[in-house]
T-cell receptor, first 115, second 116 residues
Framework: AQKITQTQPGMFVQEKEAVTLDCTYDTSDPSYGLFWYKQPSSGEMIFLIYQGSYDQQNATEGRYSLNFQKARKSANLVISASQLGDSAMYFCAMREYMRAGKLIFGQGTTLQVKP | NAGVTQTPKFRVLKTGQSMTLLCAQDMNHEYMYWYRQDPGMGLRLIHYSVGEGTTAKGEVPDGYNVSRLKKQNFLLGLESAAPSQTSVYFC???????????????FGDGTRLSIL
C-alpha cells in the first residue's frame, strides 16, 4: 500500500503567489516525522521542513510552512511568495519511529514558477 | 563543509560488469542509507546501516551489496550490473531516529549510473 501519496504530478504558480503542494500519508505508528525535500534540476536533495507527529503547531521555515492535519493524515507544503528559484521537484517523505529512521518518499510534485 | 560526498558522479557500465559506489560523510552520523531514484518515482531505499559494521536490507535490495567497515563510509556494490539498475543513486546520512527526532537525512549529490 502506498504510504506517501502526492497526487499532483505537476503544478504551475505565478511568481510572488503562494502555492500548496499536497501530501497524504498512511501509518499505524503513533510516532513519526514528515519531511519535505526540494530537488532542483541540478539533482541534489535539499531539506526544507520537518513536522513531528506530536508537534502541536504547524512547522514554519522562512517562506515554507507545513499545513499538518493529523486526523486527515495530510502534510501539505505551503510556499509563500513564490520565486523563480522555487521551480523544482518537491518530495514529501515520512519516517516512522519503528522503522530505523528510514524515509519513505512520495513520487514527487514538479513545481514551475512563471514570471 | 563537505557533508556527504559520493564518488563517482557519473559512470557507464556494460551489462555484467561490477562496480562500487563510495559514500563518505564527515558529520559523525550513525545512520547511513543508499537510495535509487528512477524517472517519475520518488527515492527507494536499497540498503541502510545503523552503525559501523551493521547493514540491513531496504525496499529494493536485490542485485546490490553494501558494507560499512568504517563509520564515515558506506559502500554500495553491484556485482553483475543489469540494465534495470540504470538509475541515479543517492547516499544519505543522519543522526539517531529517537522519538521526536527532527534530524533530517543529509544527501549526497547523487551518482548517475547507466548500464548498457
Amino acid at each position: 500500500a502506498q504510504k506517501i501519496t502526492q497526487t499532483q504530478p505537476g503544478m504551475f504558480v505565478q511568481e510572488k503567489e503562494a502555492v500548496t503542494l499536497d501530501c497524504t500519508y498512511d501509518t499505524s505508528d503513533p510516532s513519526y516525522g514528515l519531511f519535505w525535500y526540494k530537488q532542483p534540476s541540478s539533482g541534489e536533495m535539499i531539506f526544507l521542513i520537518y513536522q513531528g507527529s506530536y508537534d502541536q503547531q504547524n512547522a514554519t521555515e522562512g517562506r515554507y510552512s507545513l499545513n499538518f492535519q493529523k486526523a486527515r493524515k495530510s502534510a501539505n507544503l505551503v510556499i509563500s511568495a513564490s520565486q523563480l528559484g522555487d521551480s523544482a521537484m518537491y518530495f514529501c517523505a515520512m519516517r516512522e519511529y519503528m522503522r530505523a529512521g528510514k524515509l519513505i518518499f512520495g513520487q514527487g510534485t514538479t513545481l514551475q514558477v512563471k514570471p | 563543509n563537505a557533508g556527504v560526498t559520493q564518488t563517482p558522479k557519473f559512470r557507464v557500465l556494460k551489462t555484467g560488469q561490477s562496480m562500487t559506489l563510495l559514500c563518505a560523510q564527515d558529520m559523525n552520523h550513525e545512520y547511513m542509507y543508499w537510495y535509487r531514484q528512477d524517472p517519475g518515482m520518488g527515492l527507494r531505499l536499497i540498503h541502510y546501516s545503523v552503525g559501523e559494521g551493521t547493514t540491513a536490507k531496504g525496499e529494493v535490495p536485490d542485485g546490490y551489496n553494501v558494507s560499512r567497515l568504517k563509520k564515515q563510509n558506506f559502500l554500495l556494490g553491484l556485482e553483475s550490473a543489469a540494465p534495470s539498475q540504470t538509475s541515479v543513486y543517492f547516499c544519505a546520512s543522519s543522526f539517531d531516529r529517537g522519538l521526536g527526532s527532527n534530524q533530517p537525512q543529509h544527501f549526497g549529490d547523487g551518482t548517475r549510473l547507466s548500464i548498457l
